[in-house]
């Protein structure tokens, strides 16, 4: 809700494309989150991928290689959660993010 409040964007498929790709960027395989998701945004595959699913997709599937998952179902929906996860706790950090243009300018480096 801060990530929502704070940049405007009120649609949960945007943040959390934002969320996979910053955390997408670190080399380290994100940890699994210990908790039950319990509570969370639930939305299909399309609603988050939109147009670019081949896109997502492809990079998940190079995530997994490169994270040491499983090739089979579960380890690309392990890998997508846990990046989700940890970029979203990103995205929520910091306080001198006040608006869409402070968030921006945190992390387009």
């Known amino acids: 809700?801060?990530?929502?409040?704070q940049t405007g964007i009120d649609q949960w498929n945007i943040i959390c494309r934002w969320a996979l790709c910053l955390s997408l960027r670190?080399?380290?395989?994100?940890?699994?989150?210990?908790?039950?998701?319990?509570?969370g945004v639930e939305m299909t595959w399309k609603v988050f991928a939109g147009d670019e699913s081949e896109t997502y997709a492809s990079?998940?599937?190079?995530?997994?290689?490169?994270?040491?998952?499983?090739?089979?179902?579960?380890?690309?929906a392990k890998c997508l959660r846990a990046h989700i996860h940890r970029g979203l706790a990103y995205l929520a950090s910091g306080k001198e993010t006040q608006s869409i243009?402070?968030?921006?300018?945190?992390?387009?480096?």
């Open 59 to 76: 990079l998940i599937k190079l995530r997994v290689i490169t994270d040491g998952l499983s090739d089979d179902d579960e380890g690309p």
């Open 101 to 109: 243009s402070d968030f921006l300018e945190r992390w387009k480096s």
């Open 26 to 39: 670190e080399p380290t395989p994100p940890p699994q989150p210990k908790q039950k998701l319990d509570g």
């Open 1 to 5: 809700m801060k990530v929502k409040r």
